[in-house]
């Protein structure tokens, strides 16, 4: 239940988020290597553009601007990498950094009073998950990206003169060689890196930087992301878009050419860009619907209408005949039309429902086709379906009509407030704190919610990238320098990089989820969207669990009761007079084998609830003979079965003999008071009269006639007599069996389960039903963000997982999703309750009880020996295991043998557990979606997969974050931006600047860096990076080497020489020892050794 799991922290977390929206956003995964490599070209902008925001561009046009705009080129084949992509991430960052440095700056200095105050990055209208960049952070971050710059190129952190060779030196020293020769964008670099400041001469100081990175981008509103506006709005603009703009090749005089709508003025290149109506209020994918209530509320309305007015599947009729091949065709055509009729109508239910209920929508007449929708399928049903042959009649009663009534009432709401959107301006709505939750729709604060998460994220990026730069600096600097001011973080970073790379932390649980999810902070920091077919399913969920509880309680009343009640023939009697009989004779005077008696009286309590319509088989036949005697019309009156009651003969025959002791069947009856009064009418509280069938059962059977006195009644007589022997042979068997009921009632009543049983068993199934729907509906939310955040964080592979490839086909079985949501948890219930109920049932049953004991306690055993021997095993395995090492072999053989032996006696009972404990399991995850039930090697048989919709469902979460991944959602309001701004926004020039910020703050990053390996002589590239070759200091630098060669070779023959003496010292030493034996001797000679142990150390010391 807790689901946590282990995910990477810091910048590695980072990487391996950038790596899955690198797998999103890529659209051809044929060349496996040009897929991992992580860049997205020209194909993939156009596709996201189309399918997110109904842009409409062309390959050309995403190069020339979009491409070459952000440092990729504007040649066939470009791309942009991850460092491309990250640096584009993070121009609203720099922006807003600038900003506040500049802001600090002016409070310090006295100046620019009059502006409004921003107080820096992640300031958002939300509280929840705000992050804050300092003006004295701010100024690290650019001072230490600068240094790392200055270092790698010139060897010297100090600021220098910003040249054409200085710039040079930084793209090579990054291994940029394809840009040292581009001399138009050094010079536009320069001029970038100036900005407004009419100067000649510029060092490239922080402030440079700073002017660098963020003079091209001042068009970006900071305060666009505490709006609850949507991305397409903030960088175009609402309403309609058609742009066509000359191209590069065109005269430079020609105007003409652009028709701008809803604030478009862009230089578009080579053709038009417009945006296609692509029916926004079905995008199931995008999701641009304004309020998603209005959706939930059309797919359970949906889900209702389909309930109530069943569609008609049977209307053709392939053949007649019980045959395989006739019961196939049949199947077919019927699916076929089920197939037909439902995505027909769900198609007009969905577009009628739901139109008008986009973010775009304009125009008013489209919310009142939505109304009128809402009309047609939720009430006219209603009021015409006596006229409407393909809607049931019984429809119009119910609870259901009264709940879909109630939902057609939510949705004309929802679509009123759409043309009150309509009528206020987009901006109005966004600026205005009530208006937004009334009128401007859950899209609209969603994407406010996405752009703070972009905004908190990418902070939180450049935090952890420049920890990295910080973290256990001074310790490095005494290693590596000592001047910390002047060198580089660059290795440090790398190494700290290194480090955490291995780190993880464990995240995600069940109350996490929903807390966070409760409370916003989950969609404000890490911008989570989830599909509204996921909240919409939750909702049927949740609908049927209502419904499910009062169904249930409703059918296991009524089935006890009808179980348990009291059999008719012991609440009721029925009586005839044989004289009122006849009986029936065919044609050629061949009795039928029953009778029909005018008058049988049937009475006791409720015998009337007993009365049933009768099958059509029998009510065909009684109608015929009814018909045929009284004149009566099949549609003017009932035909009945009183199930098994038998009617008792009442007075006495011409042979003079009583009644009473002769019974005969009822089948068909029709109550006299639907004949016209054609019969005698005796009708009172506890008594009825009917006109019936007498001696035929409910399958046509005739002769249905026992009793000692049945022979003294002529006309019963007179059947009996008329039957074939074989049968009047069965039949006295049959009769006698009838007499022996009451021998073998105690066995009947000894199988016969007690009322009690069957109750208390379907209440503990019902409860543990209850708690499977509750669990179910409770653990989506929590899954489905666990597995968002494990695929954002590399826990479940994307960019280098080979898995990942088939999330990306068939993305159309995700509108299994909600069917499965709602219909699964009323399957997972209902095997929940059989399980469990049939175990009570079982437990208690006393023809099973005996069983059920002896397996329980069978089972209490082995768990017990089972117990003792893991306490064993594992207090020995604590003592006689190092790892997989053995201390003591012996012991450890003498263990393994006594229990091969124990576990070949009991493993049957193992696998019988284990059985049922793995059906149980199944059965109570059958409507569990969210999660893959079988393991990796059992869920694919033959290359068939076993249980796919686990994939389906993981389908629709990549397919949201495919569109609104806040990471996607920055880089698509980045690209419109472009397209709107052009020249003005986002030059190539102050993207390389970006770049070289993204390489030195994030140098890790570069692994994933395109770049040209084409050659460049040595005399050009020197000559490029302003480097000229002094040939007198290479042959000084030549011949002092060769001298330092020389003098190296006579200190190892001097070091040889040195060695060799010191041996013939030590040598003389002991003999010298050796040798004196006075005592005098020995101080002359501890004298003597003395100072000769000095000369030596004098000398190996020299």
């Known amino acids: 239940m807790s689901a946590t799991f282990e995910r990477p922290v810091g910048a590695a977390a980072d990487v391996k988020e950038l790596e899955y929206i690198a797998a999103l956003l890529q659209t051809s995964d044929e060349i496996k290597e040009d897929f991992i490599d992580a860049s997205i070209d020209d194909e993939d902008i156009k596709y996201y553009l189309i399918s997110r925001h109904g842009l409409k561009i062309s390959r050309e046009q995403v190069r020339e601007t979009i491409l070459e705009g952000f440092g990729g080129g504007n040649s066939e084949g470009e791309c942009l990498d991850i460092c491309e992509i990250v640096a584009a991430l993070f121009i609203p960052t720099l922006r807003k950094i600038v900003d506040a440095a500049e802001l600090e700056d002016g409070k310090q200095s006295g100046k620019k009073k009059g502006k409004k105050p921003f107080d820096g990055v992640g300031n958002n209208q939300d ?32 600021a220098q003169p910003l040249t054409p060779e200085l710039i040079r030196k930084i793209f090579a020293a990054f291994d940029e060689m394809d840009l040292v020769q581009d001399d138009d964008l050094v010079s536009e670099m320069i001029k970038t890196a100036k900005g407004k400041r009419e100067i000649g001469e510029v060092f490239l100081d922080v402030e440079t930087l700073a002017c660098a990175l963020t003079f091209d981008i001042m068009r970006y509103d900071p305060l666009l992301e505490n709006r609850a506006t949507t991305h397409f709005l903030d960088a175009i603009g609402g309403g309609e878009v058609n742009l066509r703009v000359p191209g590069r090749n065109s005269p430079a005089g020609d105007k003409k050419g652009l028709k701008a709508k809803s604030g478009i003025t862009g230089r578009i290149p080579r053709g038009e860009v417009t945006r296609e109506f692509t029916i926004p209020w079905l995008d199931f994918a995008a999701e641009t619907f304004r309020s998603r209530i209005q959706v939930i509320f059309v797919y359970v309305g949906f889900m209702v209408f389909y309930l109530v007015y069943k569609f008609n599947h049977r209307v053709v009729t392939v053949c007649s005949g019980d045959s395989f091949e006739c019961s196939l065709g049949q199947s077919v055509v019927s699916f076929l039309i089920i197939m037909a009729a439902s995505s027909f109508i769900g198609t007009l239910f969905f577009g009628l429902a739901n139109a008008g209920n986009d973010v775009t929508c304009k125009n008013p007449k489209t919310a009142m086709i939505a109304i009128g929708g809402s009309l047609l399928f939720f009430f006219a049903p209603l009021v015409f379906s006596k006229n409407l042959r393909v809607i049931r009649q019984e429809a119009e009663e119910g609870y259901m009509v009264i709940v879909l009534m109630v939902i057609g009432s939510f949705l004309i709401a929802c679509q009123l407030l759409n043309v009150l959107r309509i009528v206020l301006s987009e901006e109005a709505v966004g600026n205005h704190k009530y208006l937004q939750y009334l009128v401007a729709g859950s899209n609209a604060r969603n994407e406010r919610s996405t752009k703070q998460a972009a905004d908190y994220k990418i902070t939180q990026m450049l935090l952890n990238a420049f920890k990295l730069h910080t973290e256990n600096k001074n310790r490095a600097i005494d290693l590596i320098s000592t001047n910390e001011e002047n060198e580089s973080t660059h290795e440090l970073a790398l190494l700290n990089f290194t480090k955490v790379s291995v780190k993880t932390e464990t995240v995600g649980g069940f109350l996490w989820a929903w807390k966070s999810f409760l409370s916003g902070s989950l969609h404000n920091r890490e911008g989570i969207w989830i599909h ?41 009697t029925a009586i005839f007079d044989i004289g009122d009989c006849e009986a029936l004779e065919e044609e050629g005077g061949t009795l039928y084998g029953f009778l029909r008696c005018d008058t049988v009286i049937v009475s006791g309590d409720n015998c009337l609830d007993d009365a049933v319509i009768a099958p ?75 006109a019936c069938l007498i001696g035929m059962d409910q399958f046509f059977s005739p002769y249905w006639f026992w009793g000692p006195k049945c022979n003294n009644l002529l006309p019963i007589r007179n059947i009996l007599e008329s039957r074939p022997p074989l049968l009047r042979e069965l039949g006295d068997a049959v009769y006698t069996n009838y007499e022996r009921v009451e021998e073998d009632q105690n066995i009947l009543n000894f199988i016969t389960p007690e009322e009690w049983m069957v109750r208390d068993s379907m209440i503990v199934g019902f409860s543990f039903g209850i708690v499977s729907f509750i669990l179910l509906l409770l653990c989506y939310i929590p899954s489905t963000i666990h597995t968002i955040m494990q695929f954002r964080y590399g826990v479940i592979g994307s960019l280098r997982d080979p898995k990942f490839l ?60 089972i117990g003792i021997k893991s306490f064993l095993v594992l207090l020995l395995d604590r003592f006689n295991y190092a790892g997989f090492y053995r201390k003591v072999p012996k012991i450890s053989n003498i263990l393994g043998a006594a229990l091969e032996g124990y ?11 284990r059985s049922l404990m793995l059906i149980g399991v199944a059965g109570m995850n059958v409507g569990r979606i969210d999660r893959p039930f079988f393991g990796s090697a059992v869920g694919t048989m033959g290359g068939f997969s076993l249980d796919k919709f686990p994939l389906i469902y993981r ?42 910020f993204v390489f ?103």
């Open 532 to 572: 509204s077919r996921i909240y919409a399913g939750l909702a049927a969920q949740l609908a049927l669990f209502l419904a499910f509880i009062l169904a249930y309680a409703l059918f296991a009343r009524g089935f006890v009761d009808n179980l348990y009640k009291t059999p008719i023939n012991e609440r009721c």
């Open 1000 to 1102: 030195s703050l994030m140098p890790w990053l570069r692994r994933y860096r395109i770049t040209n390996d084409a050659y460049i002589p040595e005399a050009v590239l020197m000559e490029q990076l302003g480097l000229k070759r002094d040939i007198e200091k290479e042959e000084a630098s030549e011949k002092n080497d060769k001298e330092v060669s020389k003098l190296n070779n006579e200190v190892s023959k001097l070091r040889e020489e040195n060695h060799l003496l010191k041996t013939e010292i030590k040598s003389w030493l002991a003999w010298q020892q050796e040798s004196i034996s006075s005592h005098q001797g020995r101080k002359e000679v501890g004298f003597y050794e003395e100072k000769t142990e000095n000369e030596t150390d004098d000398e190996l010391s020299y």
């Open 127 to 158: 509280e929840v998950g705000s992050l804050k960049i300092t003006y004295d952070l701010a100024r690290n971050i650019l001072e230490d990206t600068l240094r790392n710059i200055l270092f790698r190129a010139t060897g010297s952190a100090r």
């Open 903 to 913: 576990h070949i006696a009991i493993a049957y009972a193992y696998l019988v557990i």
């Open 616 to 690: 059509q088989p029998l009510r065909d036949v009684g109608c015929d003979f009814f018909r045929l005697y009284y004149n009566a019309s099949c549609d003017e009156v009932d035909v009945v079965s009183f199930g098994d009651l038998t009617a008792t003969a009442l007075r006495s025959n011409i042979l003079g003999e009583v009644g009473g002791e002769c019974n005969a069947l009822m089948s068909a009856c029709i109550l006299v008071g639907q004949l016209n009064n054609t019969v005698t009418e005796i009708e009172d509280d506890v008594s009825t009269v009917a």
């Open 806 to 865: 088939q999330y990306r086909k068939t993305v159309e079985d995700t509108t299994y999703i909600f069917a499965f949501m709602a219909w699964g948890s009323l399957f997972s219930a209902a095997s929940t309750i059989f399980i469990f109920s049939g175990i009570t049932f079982i437990a208690v049953w006393e023809v099973t009880k005996p069983f059920f004991v002896a397996f329980v306690t069978s089972a209490l055993g082995i768990f017990s020996t």
């Open 955 to 996: 389908k629709d979460i990549l397919l949201a974050d495919a569109h609104r991944h806040p990471y996607i959602e920055r880089l698509g309001l980045i690209y419109m931006m472009k397209l709107k701004l052009g020249e003005r926004f986002a030059k190539k020039s102050g993207s390389m600047w970006r770049l070289l």
